[in-house]
């Protein structure tokens, strides 16, 4: 395996919780109201510092989507999965987007997300 090469990010960052490499910017974030097996997540616009895995058809809870997941080039761990195509058209916006699984990154302070399990304005519209 040749030399990894990692993007340095400024300004507020999230970064992979295993390791601490650079992820992706706060001003990235799309939304905040994503959901995953493991928990709740963020869409982002672009993220760094990732490879993708093979790309497979998933259905999630909106729908069929083409997805690949992708994987902290560091430490290799699972961090989320990117929207490559959907299926349905109100669902196209996510194309080329990227989903980072809130229990598998931290912010740029280093410390972890607190989950807060009671219902928010924005948590109750996405129910």
């Known amino acids: 395996m040749g030399r990894i090469f990692l993007v340095e990010l ?18 990235n974030v799309v939304s905040r109201g994503f959901h ?24 999630m809870l909106s729908g069929m989507h083409t997805v690949t997941d992708i994987y902290c080039v560091c430490c290799g761990q699972i ?7 959907a299926h349905e058209q109100s669902q196209k916006y996510k194309e080329g987007k990227f989903v980072l699984e809130r229990g598998r990154i931290i912010d740029g302070l280093d410390s972890e997300f ?14």
């Open 114 to 127: 607190y989950i807060d399990t009671r219902p928010s304005s924005s948590d109750a519209e996405e129910a």
């Open 36 to 59: 995953c097996r493991r928990g709740k997540a963020y869409l982002f616009s672009n993220v760094v510092n990732v490879t993708a895995g093979p790309v497979e058809e998933r259905m």
């Open 10 to 27: 400024e300004g507020r960052t999230y970064k992979c919780k295993f390791c601490k490499t650079n992820l992706a910017l706060a001003e």
């Open 79 to 85: 961090v989320g999965w990117k929207y490559e195509t």
